[in-house]
């Protein structure tokens, strides 16, 4: 099956800074979805975004489905930016279910 | 508009029993899914709905897991004889249709004793 990777897997920021978060996958996808999972454990959707780049407030997105790699970028960071952020793909052909990565375990002080 | 819910939010249970959790997608969604996320990982994919039928079973682990939506809407996960290794959260998720944007619930965090 489809492999994703994410990087870094754990990172420490001081309240302000930017970050630049990674995921590789390994085949073609229909879907790619970017999750923070809070320290409450909800899942929450920050972006649908197979292709392309996208924005919302201090949080962009941009996918290169040509090169199997989306970046997920965060800027002035805050404390309640911390938590796992996911990467998520649906690889083209398995109708819908999503593969995970492994996260990146963002903690952000103060 | 209300979000995914599923109940019961926490389920302690003794090894053997059985277990029922339930999912109420959001309203008007055709496409439903369970994963289940172990501590540590990411969610892994058990079974998709679209409508009433399953399209995918392929992520249950053996013959203990069934999952049901009977009228399209309300799905319920079923695991009998439970064993510790079941012991995980799962999560509930829906979408319009297949293929677009999937919604999570809160999730079930089901501990076997």
């Known amino acids: 099956g489809i492999q994703v990777e994410q990087s870094p897997p754990d990172l420490i920021l001081q309240e302000g800074a930017n970050s630049t978060l990674r995921c590789n996958f390994s085949d073609s996808v229909n879907n790619l979805q970017w999750f923070h999972q809070n320290p409450w454990g909800q899942l929450i959707n920050l972006f649908y975004i197979p292709s392309g780049t996208k924005q919302n407030g201090r949080l962009s997105a941009t996918t290169v489905a040509t090169e199997r790699y989306s970046l997920l970028y965060i800027s002035s960071s805050q404390t309640t930016d911390s938590g796992v952020y996911f990467c998520?793909?649906?690889?083209?052909?398995?109708?819908?279910?999503?593969?995970f990565g492994t996260g990146t375990r963002l903690q952000v002080t103060l | 508009g209300a979000g995914v819910s599923q109940t019961p939010s926490n389920k302690v249970t003794e090894k053997g029993k059985y277990v029922e959790l339930r999912c109420d997608p959001i309203?008007?969604?055709?496409?439903l899914y369970w994963y289940r996320q172990s501590l540590g990982q990411g969610p892994e994919f058990l079974i998709y709905?679209?409508?009433?039928?399953?399209?995918?079973d392929s992520g249950l682990p053996n013959d203990r897991f069934f999952a049901v939506r009977p009228e399209g809407s309300v799905s319920t996960l079923k695991i009998q004889r439970t064993e510790r290794g079941d012991s995980a959260v799962y999560l509930c998720a829906s979408s319009r249709n297949m293929q677009e944007t999937q919604y999570f619930g809160p999730g079930t965090r089901l501990l076997v004793l």
């Open positions: 998520a793909v649906e690889n083209t052909g398995t109708a819908s279910k999503l593969t």
């Open positions: 709905f679209q409508g009433t039928g399953a399209a995918d």
């Open positions: 309203s008007g969604h055709t496409a």
